[in-house]
């Protein structure tokens, strides 16, 4: 089955205590990124990676990090999380060819409270 | 980017049809109009999308105006699963660079489905 997974599901950190959320795809998409879900401001992108190696900032990457060292895989690493952090994370991904009407398929979701 | 504009909500009773409107005053002759959907507790998935004709899928129908300014997402026959809150968003199959891929998710349109 064609999915975009995600892990942890739920996740209740410290302040500063380093965290990574993983996100894999096993569709052989070239592009992934990464969303935050907060209310009132929908979904904002933070990062995202057009192919192994290569990774750019979204609308909202302070405080965040990521790495594409496979294909399939696009982890989402907070160094020293702050309750600002506290949000509901999506990954996402999709083919390169054919962008302005390929689609997206999005992960499950992750919901990451910073105390 | 160009922006659209959905209402906050609206009601449909299950197995009746639903239109949902979205308005893109400012579309540019190179934007898509895509659809997705977030159900409770989930991350956006696909719907539909469509350049200048109507288009259909096994999920919905898209009406596309004429002068493209305005779209209409067309659920069939509602159920109780098709509440979620629905989004119309443009993709700029021109765009590239740093636009390419982001999807600009607005507020969308709480759809409630009543049995």
């Known amino acids: 089955e064609a999915q975009v997974t995600q892990n942890p599901r739920y996740l209740i950190t410290v302040t500063g205590k380093k965290l990574t959320v993983t996100c894999s795809q096993n569709m052989n998409h070239e592009y992934m990124s990464w969303y935050r879900q907060d209310p009132g401001l929908g979904l904002r992108q933070i990062y995202y990676?057009?192919?192994?190696?290569?990774?750019d900032k979204g609308d909202v990457p302070e405080g965040y990090k990521v790495s594409r060292k496979e294909k399939r895989n696009f982890p989402l690493i907070l160094e020293s999380p702050s309750p600002n952090q506290t949000s509901l994370y999506f990954c996402?991904?999709?083919?390169?060819?054919?962008?302005?009407?390929?689609?997206?398929?999005f992960g499950p979701g992750t919901r990451l409270t910073v105390l | 980017d160009a922006k659209t504009t959905q209402p906050n909500s609206m009601e449909s009773n299950e197995e009746e049809p639903v239109h949902l409107p979205c308005n893109h005053s400012t579309i540019s002759g190179t934007d898509y109009i895509h659809w997705y959907r977030q159900l409770p507790s989930q991350g956006p998935e696909y719907v539909i999308h469509g350049l200048t004709s109507n288009v259909n899928n096994r999920m919905a129908s898209l009406a596309i105006a004429e002068d493209r300014k305005s779209s209409t997402l067309i659920l069939h026959r509602a159920t109780l699963r098709d509440a979620a809150v629905y989004y119309c968003i443009l993709r700029d199959f021109d765009a590239g660079g740093t636009s390419y891929g982001k999807l600009t998710f607005g507020q969308g349109t709480i759809l409630t489905v009543h049995p």
């Open positions: 990676s057009m192919n192994v190696e290569v990774t």
């Open positions: 996402a991904s999709s083919f390169i060819a054919g962008y302005g009407y390929n689609e997206q398929f």
